[in-house]
């Protein structure tokens, strides 16, 4: 009897390749999926971030004046905010990027300062009837993500 010599793969090593390539395929999947998810989130955070420093720059550089400013599209009176003793909350709530189509809810806080004097050469001042102990919180709309920003903006 004549045996054939025969090369190649049997079903079952086939089907084991196929197997575990199937398994790193669902890994590599998983795993970018993650990725888009976290990178979706930092971007959003890297905006909240961008969004506090401008109405903190804003309110920085307009709230001498005591004016009106436009952030965002909409205005806001500066002249409560300089005027009215700490805590007070900016009446009307700021949307960027727009009112229209809100993704983020912006808070402006006057708070009172945590060092209420401030001593220098011997003379002692009042911190807050120079600055404005300021606190921005932005809330995205669509991630339970939250960023705050607090500083001092002069007044007077």
Same mark, same amino acid.
């Given at each position: 009897?004549?045996?054939?010599?025969?090369?190649?793969?049997?079903?079952?090593?086939?089907?084991?390749?196929?197997?575990?390539?199937?398994?790193?395929?669902?890994?590599?999947?998983?795993?970018?999926?993650?990725?888009?998810?976290?990178?979706?989130?930092?971007?959003?955070?890297?905006?909240?971030?961008?969004?506090?420093?401008?109405?903190?720059?804003?309110?920085?550089?307009?709230?001498?004046?005591?004016?009106?400013?436009?952030?965002?599209?909409?205005?806001?009176?500066?002249?409560?905010?300089?005027?009215?003793?700490?805590?007070? $909350? *900016?009446?009307?709530?700021?949307?960027?990027? +727009?009112?229209?189509?809100?993704?983020?809810? #912006? @808070? %402006?806080? &006057?708070?009172?300062?945590?060092?209420?004097?401030? $001593? *220098?050469?011997?003379?002692?001042?009042?911190? +807050?009837?120079?600055?404005?102990?300021?606190? #921005? @919180? %932005?809330? &995205?709309?669509?991630?339970?993500?939250?960023?705050?920003?607090?500083?001092?903006?002069?007044?007077?």
């Amino acid at each position: 009897m004549e045996r054939h010599k025969q090369a190649g793969f049997t079903l079952i090593e086939v089907l084991g390749a196929v197997v575990l390539l199937a398994i790193a395929v669902t890994a590599a999947v998983y795993l970018l999926g993650q990725t888009a998810l976290f990178s979706g989130a930092n971007a959003r955070a890297g905006e909240s971030v961008t969004i506090a420093r401008t109405v903190m720059e804003e309110l920085k550089h307009h709230l001498r004046s005591g004016g009106t400013i436009d952030l965002y599209g909409q205005q806001v009176d500066l002249a409560a905010l300089q005027s009215t003793a700490p805590p007070y $909350t *900016l009446g009307a709530a700021l949307h960027a990027p +727009d009112a229209e189509a809100p993704q983020f809810d #912006i @808070t %402006v806080q &006057s708070l009172a300062p945590a060092h209420a004097e401030l $001593t *220098l050469d011997g003379e002692t001042y009042e911190i +807050d009837h120079y600055f404005r102990y300021i606190r #921005i @919180t %932005v809330a &995205s709309r669509s991630q339970d993500s939250r960023y705050t920003l607090e500083g001092y903006a002069a007044y007077q």
